[in-house]
């Protein structure tokens, strides 16, 4: 009963849930959320940072870039989280996320991390 419970409390804000739907593509730099998500760096990793505690998100560094990505689900879980997609692919948010994030990723990441630093 944990682990759900856990699962859902980390989605249970609108910023982690467009964040965790923003990577169902794949991979995403942090510098590409925080200018997707409009919000500070701070912001961003700390509701990166509750997601990854909730086993939703992976993280990797290379260089002085990181990188955020789904993690992989099994049994109820992969049930439930597939759900939850089918439901949010028809959100006006996230349908606005996927427009943003396509212009967002014609920037550079060097573009990219200028403009947050200054956030």
């Not at 980390?10 to 923003?22: G, N, Q, S, T």
């Not at 993280?59 to 989280?81: I, Q, T």
């Not at 692919?89 to 947050?116: F, M, P, T, W």
């Amino acid at each position: 009963m944990k682990q759900p419970l856990h699962t859902v409390r980390a989605l249970a804000d609108e910023i982690r849930m467009r964040a965790w739907k923003a990577l169902e593509p794949g991979e995403l730099c942090l510098c590409e959320l925080i200018e997707l998500l409009d919000r500070s760096p701070a912001t961003v990793s700390k509701h990166l940072s509750l997601l990854r505690q909730a086993g939703l998100i992976e993280y990797r560094k290379e260089g002085r870039w990181h990188y955020y990505g789904r993690a992989k689900y099994a049994g109820a879980s992969a049930r439930m989280l597939g759900a939850l997609d089918r439901m949010l692919d028809g959100d006006d948010a996230v349908r606005a996320d996927k427009k943003h994030l396509n212009r967002i990723q014609r920037k550079s990441r060097e573009e990219l991390c200028q403009c947050y630093r200054k956030k």
